[in-house]
């Protein structure tokens, strides 16, 4: 079964086509990433405008890349919500009017479930896919907008187990990135620079929240600002180190929530995703500490843990 789908939640306009649930067949993705990062964050006008112009043509190549045209489509899938409201409504009404049209069935996905299904796809046979009867598992949602652990019985059964309580821990990373001067998006800047700043002298403090699997950032965060304030016009001080700690402090807090989750609900696989699925320090942990518990984790590929259509029509598959 072959499904086209579609995904503007927030600044990118995605299409692609998705054959039996896990082989990605075309993954297009138009960003409008650079007319906001002299804003220092996403402006969400911009965001809807750009998609309308690039959503014909993302669809239309996603076709193209996959040699088929809509004919070969099965159904259409495509992100109802979390994300933008303007930008939601572009994919959704794009969508909904090329149902129509073609008779195709329709099937609005939620956004932050399918971050989890990436996980579960292939873009090439290099690719270490999650097997499909892996389940139940725990699965870890990280992105700028979103911190969010869930119990996966199967593709229908998400259970939310915790949340942020403040900032999301990518948007954590973009504000200590503006506090140290670095630009947008903060992640992949204090990733490179974290690499190379380690130090041990340096300590941010993190929120347990004992007892809870929810998540707090901010205090994090606010620890940078007041450090930054006090230390930057002396000679010692150094961003790398600074971003190291920080870096540390947020991959700490995610992996330990992640594991703890893993052991209270007696699970065996561990999925991530979202854009800061991509750290490298957050790879690195988690799969170092995974395994002296036992349990096995899994990251989409890195084109796959950005926003992308490929998890929406993935996800979908199970739905029909």
Known sequence: MNILGIE??????????VCGGVEVLSNIIASSLKDHQRFGGIIPEIASRRQIEFIHWVVGESLAKAQMN????????VTRAPGLIGSLLVGLCFARGLSRATGKPLLEMDHIKA?????YLQISKEDRACPQNQLPAVGLVVSGGHSSLFYVKDFKNFKLL?????DAAGEAFDKVARILDLGYPGGPVIDRLAAR?????IKFPQAPLTGSYDFSFSGTKTAVLYYTQKNKNKPDYSPAKVAYAFQ???VAILAEKSLLACRKMKVKTLLIGGGVAANSALRASLQAKAKTQGVEVFFPPMILCLDNAAMIAGLAHHYI
């Open 70 to 77: 809509i004919k070969n489509i099965d159904a259409i899938a």
């Open 248 to 250: 540390k402090s947020v």
């Open 197 to 201: 700043g380690t130090n041990q002298e």
């Open 8 to 17: 503007t939640s927030c600044d990118e306009t995605a299409a692609s086509v």
């Open 115 to 119: 971050h989890l299904y990436a996980n």
């Open 162 to 166: 915790g949340v942020t309580r403040d």
